[in-house]
Nanobody, 122 residues
Framework: VQLQASGGGLVQAGASLRLSCAAS????????MGWFRQRPGKEREFVAA????????FYADSVQDRFTISRDSAKNSVYLQMDNLKVEDTAVYYC????????????????WGEGTQVTVSS
């Protein structure tokens, strides 16, 4: 398994949650990483991305200023810190990776992990 996401759960609106994605060393060191989500009845959508160095990040407008993507080279892991969660953030969240980091990244990435469910109650 090259990408393994974890950390989902059930929380109340306004709470915080942190998702983790463990990657193989090669993927982590050479690929841009990102998070996507699929809300009930919706298509999968981009959430956030970070380049291989951690210097550049990019967020969907819907999560800007509430979610933070980061990476830890010591653990070959990428995180999605989600604050002030809203009911509409309820979704299956997927970790993804791609060898390139450019404007097309929000439309999809080359490698996908299994999703982790996040449910936000009112």
């Amino acid at each position: 398994v090259q990408l393994q996401a974890s950390g989902g759960g059930l929380v109340q609106a306004g709470a915080s949650l942190r998702l983790s994605c463990a990657a193989s060393e090669y993927i982590f060191s050479n690929y841009a990483m990102g998070w996507f989500r699929q809300r009930p009845g919706k298509e999968r959508e981009f959430v956030a991305a970070i380049d291989w160095s951690g210097a550049r990040t990019f967020y969907a407008d819907s999560v800007q200023d509430r979610f933070t993507i980061s990476r830890d080279s010591a653990k070959n892991s990428v995180y999605l810190q989600m604050d002030n969660l809203k009911v509409e953030d309820t979704a299956v969240y997927y970790c993804a990776a791609d060898p390139t980091y450019d404007s097309s990244i929000e439309y999809g990435m080359g490698l996908w992990g299994e999703g982790t469910q996040v449910t936000v109650s009112s």
